[in-house]
Nanobody
Framework: QVQLVESGGGLVQPGGSLRLSCVAS????????MGWYRQAPGKERELVAL???????NYVDSVKGRFTISGDNAKNTVYLQMNTLKPEDTAVYYC??????????????WGQGTQVTVSS
């Protein structure tokens, strides 16, 4: 079994910052990529940022220059530093990981989500 546990969400004023964390635990052979998605009310879930085990990153255009994704391979942890937050960043943020459980099998795993609300 593999679990992803997110933390760090909350309420912040526009222009403020938050740091999300996601820790993967369980029967992990290797983690090939980890990312953050978000879903706002009435909208589809979208990719926010992705990092591969080689350190390559990708961001949705709306967060470039404001958000930074990073990882700690030794701790099976991914972070999302969110700066200059805007009301339109309000959403439930989900962690996703592509995890190999052995030499052959790789699966997608999702965290339970953490609410980020940007409001004055």
């Amino acid at each position: 079994q593999v679990q992803l546990v997110e933390s760090g969400g909350g309420l912040v004023q526009p222009g403020g910052s938050l740091r999300l964390s996601c820790v993967a635990s369980g029967s992990i052979f290797s983690i090939n990529a980890m990312g953050w998605y978000r879903q706002a009310p009435g909208k589809e879930r979208e990719l926010v940022a992705l990092i591969t085990n080689g350190g390559s990153t990708n961001y949705v255009d709306s967060v470039k220059g404001r958000f930074t994704i990073s990882g700690d391979n030794a701790k099976n942890t991914v972070y999302l530093q969110m700066n200059t937050l805007k009301p339109e960043d309000t959403a439930v943020y989900y962690c996703k990981a592509d995890i190999a459980v052995d030499y052959v099998n790789e699966y997608e795993y999702w965290g339970q989500g953490t609410q980020v609300t940007v409001s004055s």
